[in-house]
C-alpha cells in the first residue's frame, strides 16, 4: 500500500461513528500489523456485505434479503409491532432479548426544522402493515426526543381506534440515582409510578 492508500483508509475509517483521525490512525495501524489476522477477513466480509446487504422490504430492517430473518419467523408473528427510529434501536431492542414480536423501522423521526415529513418516513407503510398482519399492539420504541415525541404523537393519532397502542415506559433507569437525573426524567418517572 502507497502512503496515499493509507492516508485514504484513515481518512474513511475516521468517518465512521466514535472514530476521529487519532483513533482511526490507530486501528488502520493495527489492521496493517494484523494484516492475515484482521485486515484481509475484514477487507473480504466488508465486499461481501457491499454486495448482499439490503433493507427488508417489510420492516426496514438490515440484512441480506429481502425479508429479514425477523419478518420471516412465523414463531415472531405475535400480533405486536415495537415501531423505532432506526436499524440501531431495533438491534438495541433484539440484544436485550425480551420482545419476540415483528419491528418497523421509521427511519428517522418528524423534524419539522429539518423539514421531515410524515411522507418522509415508513408511516403509510406501517399503516398497511397494520391491517395485513393482523396486528393488534403497536408499541411506539421511540426517543424520548421533542422529535420523537412528536412522532408518536402523530402515529398515535393516526392509529386511533385502530390497533392498542403503548409505549415504553420512562423514568429513572436501574441503577440510576436521582441527584443525577435531569428534571424531564424525574417527572416522567412519578408520573408513570406504580404500586408495589
Known sequence: MSGNEIDTLIDLMAKLPGLGPRSARRAVLHLIRKRA???????????????TAR???NCGNVGTSDICDICASEKRA???ICVVEDVADLWAMERAGVFK?????????LSA????????????RLIDRIEAESVTEVI????????????AHYIADQLEDRVRLTSL??????GGELDYLDEGTISAALSARKSL
Not at 415483528?102 to 423521526?109: A, D, E, N, Q
Not at 415506559?169 to 436501574?174: F, M, N, R
Request: with cysteine; hydrophobic share 45%.
Open 37 to 51: 489476522l484482521l485486515l484481509t477477513p475484514l477487507a473480504d466480509a466488508m465486499q461481501q456485505v457491499a454486495v
Open 78 to 80: 405475535t400480533g405486536e
Open 113 to 124: 426544522l429539518d423539514g421531515i415529513g410524515p411522507e418522509d418516513l415508513a408511516i403509510p
Open 101 to 109: 414480536g415483528r419491528y418497523h423501522v421509521l427511519g428517522g423521526t
Open 169 to 174: 415506559a420512562q423514568g429513572v433507569p436501574i
Open 55 to 57: 433493507e427488508c422490504l
Open 140 to 151: 411506539l420504541a421511540l426517543n424520548a426526543t421533542v422529535d420523537g415525541q412528536t412522532t
